[in-house]
């Protein structure tokens, strides 16, 4: 804990004067530059704010030379790189959106070692029997703390501010059919399906279609091209390389050019590629690698190789990690869309629940999931015999009203899910009502020879005749209810063969 506490102070020093570099408000950056030196913990990181201190107080530009020169007056070990150390700070952000989230941060946990040290101070003045002594340290560590948390509050509007707000027309990745955008910026989002179903492909193809402004799931997609980023660990890169190989076949040379601007993918390649989990050990990688492509959509697949614990039925984690990863993406850029691909519950009963109104139970694991995003896709198995078969629909929409279950079918060569020509969700929900009427029949058959053999019949041969004798079902049907109730375990064998008892 401590290790991770360090180095998300290590990271906030840093971003700190990243943004202070980069500021254009005169205002704000003042403000900043009056935060005590010993508010930077690191001795490097404390030079360079001090050479900027001087070099604002002498009138000069926060850049490689006017910064540059005070800090290798204050630190001669630097010997010529100076310039480079400042250099470094201007590649590390954009913008300097961040700078007064930043300083308020900083200030406050300056405040706080202030108080500690203070009343570390009082208690030993305590200890000594020096009570007038201890009542002023008291007293200094009561202005100290005198407004501090001042600066964290909740964001509160008047009423005409929020009257006066103009929703922005495209402010989404995908429009619905009422031309509401779906995939806010700056929201959280998941797309939610059983394992192998095709989950990864359609994120993947989400993505390569908002880049090229095509449709996806007959939905439009909104322009301008983003900056996608894809973070993963469970596809290979010949599947990677497969799957984009065959969505960018038919594409023409522009809109292959957008994408290698605009979409970045994690191939695993190397140890450290197959762990995803936000561990202390493993945040340095995450901020080094946001930071690197500045993402305006994450996609990270699958969610549950993100929890520290891996545990996707334990709330807090699944809290605590989706916060944390927001909180990382929005820190970089603060309207970055970020999307988890999670697995569903699975199951033929289970895929029931993909749409109605059992379709927030559909995410595997904790509720905390689907209550904490902001919209959910849920994505089906269409037909039991074709893989390639999806039906598309929406488990939860805060900002948007929910499209009509969409029926897509992958085209086997571009890799492509296309609009599934005559798909009839009625019948589809007919079909998976009568797939679950099967299966509850069958447990009545399992629940039938359990009755059977608790009734005193414990014979292989005198259960069957007491099923056909019931049922008047064949002897090959009968014995196979007998299998399905020891499956079960409603049923378990004896010493003898052929002899059975309930399971108690």
């Known amino acids: 804990m401590e290790a991770l506490k360090q180095e998300e102070r290590d990271h906030r020093e840093a971003t700190f004067l990243a943004c202070l570099f980069r500021c254009q408000d005169t205002d704000r950056q003042r403000q900043a530059l009056d935060l005590p030196l010993d ?49 470094h700070y201007f590649s590390l952000v954009e913008t300097s959106a961040q700078l007064e989230h930043h300083f308020s941060a900083l ?148 809109k292959v050019a957008l994408l ?61 990690t989706i916060q944390k990863v927001a909180s990382l993406a929005h820190e970089i850029n603060p309207d970055c869309v970020v999307i988890f691909v999670h697995h569903a519950r699975t199951g033929a009963l289970n895929v029931q629940q993909a749409t109605g109104f059992g379709k927030d139970d559909f995410a595997k694991g904790s509720k905390t999931f689907t209550s904490m995003i902001r919209l959910q896709i849920n994505i089906a198995p269409g037909d039991a015999d074709d893989f390639g078969k999806l039906v598309v629909s929406v488990g939860k929409s805060n900002d948007a009203k929910p499209f009509y279950p969409q029926g897509v079918s992958m085209n086997e060569e571009t890799r492509l899910y296309e609009a599934w020509q005559g798909f009839d969700y009625e019948a589809w929900k007919e079909e998976l009502a009568t797939v679950g009427a099967k299966r509850a029949k069958a447990k009545d058959k399992a629940e039938l020879v359990r009755r059977i053999v608790d009734g005193g019949t414990h014979n292989r041969k005198d259960i069957v005749a007491k099923i056909i004798e019931q049922e008047g079902v064949a002897d090959k049907t009968a014995r196979r209810w007998i299998m399905s109730a020891l499956k079960k375990n409603l049923i378990r064998p004896l010493g003898l063969e052929g002899q059975f008892a309930t399971v108690q």
Request: charged share 30%; net charge neutral.
């Open 39 to 87: 508010a930077i913990t690191d001795p490097s990181r404390r030079d360079m704010f001090n050479a900027m201190k001087q070099a604002a107080k002498d009138g000069e530009n926060l850049d490689e030379i006017g910064v540059g020169l005070k800090l290798q007056r204050i630190n001669p070990s630097y010997e010529g790189n100076a310039f480079k150390a400042v250099s």
């Open 107 to 254: 200030s406050e946990a300056h405040k706080v070692r202030e108080i500690t040290t203070r009343q570390r101070r009082a208690l030993e003045l305590l200890e000594a029997g020096d009570t007038e002594a201890w009542r002023e340290k008291m007293r200094d560590v009561a202005k100290v703390a005198k407004g501090i948390g001042g600066s964290q509050k909740f964001t509160v509007r008047g009423v005409s501010e929020i009257l006066s707000y103009e929703i922005p027309a495209d402010h989404g990745l995908v429009r619905n059919e009422n031309k509401e955008s779906l995939f806010e910026l700056g929201s959280v989002a998941g797309i939610v399906g059983p394992p192998g179903v095709g989950k990864s492909r359609m994120a993947l193809q989400l993505a390569i279609a908002q880049i090229t402004g095509r449709q996806w799931c007959n939905l439009d997609t909104i322009s301008p091209p983003r900056k996608w980023l894809l973070i993963g660990n469970e596809n290979s890169r010949r599947r990677i390389a497969r799957d984009l190989q065959g969505m960018t076949a038919t594409l023409a040379p522009e």
């Open 260 to 320: 290698k601007d605009h979409l970045f993918m994690q191939v695993p390649e190397t140890d450290g590629d197959m762990v995803i989990a936000l561990k202390s050990d493993n945040m340095a990688r995450w901020r080094n690698t946001l930071g690197q492509t500045k993402p305006d959509a994450l996609i990270i697949d699958p969610f549950e190789a993100c929890l520290e614990n891996y545990d996707v039925n334990d709330a807090a984690a699944v809290r605590d």
